[in-house]
T-cell receptor, first 110, second 111 residues
Framework: GQNIDQPTEMTATEGAIVQINCTYQ??????LFWYQQHAGEAPTFLSY????GLEEKGRFSSFLSRSKGYSYLLLKELQMKDSASYLC???????????FGKGTRLSVIA | EADIYQTPRYLVIGTGKKITLECSQT?????MYWYQQDPGMELHLIHY???????EKGDLSSESTVSRIRTEHFPLTLESARPSHTSQYLC??????????FGPGTRLTVT
């Protein structure tokens, strides 16, 4: 079966750093995605990890540990516009459809 | 990023009507997907295609159908709309394992 877990909600302060965790149990693994989704809009791609380690892209970084079935998305220097849902998704094998977690709703407060 | 388009962006329609939601992409992707998402809820895969004349049902039981006659076009049809179909419908495409890009979505309301 497939199981992808993320916290439902998080709140953080403008200018701070926040880490959004994702754990997964899937029958296979061929990459983990993070998407950002503002309310009422489509998901936009943030990052892709297939090997262990940290991938950095500006204020956003994503980490993967395949042995632990664990990833996190790190957002630095939080801005109000970062208030959104963050979706973790796993591709189990080949190029099969992504399996999505339920998303983490992040609220950035002043 | 892929250029992927959906029309209409918003649709309000009465119960029992037949509707087709359009999705097109200009990147030549073979793989395309339809997801359904209720407000604040998770994405559910309803249909996908790995190329022309290939369609598969996803995890969510859906009363919709799809067709893939051309690579760039992947329309979703509801034969008889019901209030339970009120939702956002998201189309996506991407061929490489490290890519999947979403269209802007169609927000459907069935009255």
């Amino acid at each position: 079966g497939q199981n992808i877990d993320q916290p439902t909600e998080m709140t953080a302060t403008e200018g701070a750093i926040v880490q959004i965790n994702c754990t997964y149990q899937t029958s296979g693994f061929n990459g983990l995605f993070w998407y950002q989704q503002h309310a009422g809009e489509a998901p936009t791609f943030l990052s892709y990890n297939v090997l262990d380690g940290l991938e950095e892209k500006g204020r956003f970084s994503s980490f993967l540990s395949r042995s632990k079935g664990y990833s996190y998305l790190l957002l630095k220097e939080l801005q109000m516009k970062d208030s959104a849902s963050y979706l973790c998704a796993v591709r189990e094998r080949g190029n099969t459809p992504l399996v999505f977690g339920k998303g983490t709703r992040l609220s950035v407060i002043a | 990023e892929a250029d992927i388009y959906q029309t209409p962006r918003y649709l309000v329609i009465g119960t029992g009507k037949k509707i087709t939601l359009e999705c097109s992409q200009t990147m030549g992707h073979d793989k395309m997907y339809w997801y359904q998402q209720d407000p604040g809820m998770e994405l559910h895969l309803i249909h996908y295609s790995y190329g022309v004349n290939s369609t598969e049902k996803g995890d969510l039981s859906s009363e919709s159908t799809v067709s893939r006659i051309r690579t760039e076009h992947f329309p979703l049809t509801l034969e008889s709309a019901r209030p339970s179909h009120t939702s956002q419908y998201l189309c996506a495409s991407g061929d490489r394992p490290d890519e999947q890009y979403f269209g802007p979505g169609t927000r459907l309301t069935v009255t």
